[in-house]
């Protein structure tokens, strides 16, 4: 098993930034995808960005450029840096860990981030 405890969040005004942290506990020996999503209210949780072991990264459209994903593999953490934040980036945060083997995922209880106008 894996436990995923994210940190930060929070509210930001428009135009400004927040960073993000997950600390992953336990078999983490075994995980090769760390990432983040995110779900806002009545939409569908969606993939923000990923990054693998090796430091593969991988983004939505809606956050190239603006969203850096990063991984500590000696500190089993994996950080988001939310830059020029807009209201439509208010959702709850979820961390996720995949395995190698793909067979199994872990998420995190998720964290507020909110964006005023």
């Known amino acids: 098993q894996v436990q995923l405890v994210e940190s930060g969040g929070g509210l930001v005004q428009a135009g400004g930034s927040l960073g993000l942290s997950c600390a992953a506990s336990?078999?983490?020996?075994?995980?090769?995808?760390m990432g983040w999503y995110r779900q806002a209210p009545g939409k569908q949780r969606e993939l923000v960005a990923s990054?693998?072991?090796?430091?593969?990264?991988n983004y939505a459209d809606s956050v190239k450029g603006r969203f850096t994903i990063s991984r500590d593999n000696a500190k089993k953490t994996v950080y988001l840096q939310m830059n020029s934040l807009k209201p439509e980036d208010t959702a709850v945060y979820y961390c996720?860990?995949?395995?190698?083997?793909?067979?199994?995922?872990?998420w995190g209880q998720g964290t507020q981030v909110t964006v005023s106008s």
């Open positions: 336990g078999n983490t020996f075994s995980i090769n995808v």
């Open positions: 990054i693998t072991r090796s430091g593969t990264t």
């Open positions: 996720n860990a995949v395995r190698s083997d793909g067979l199994s995922a872990y």
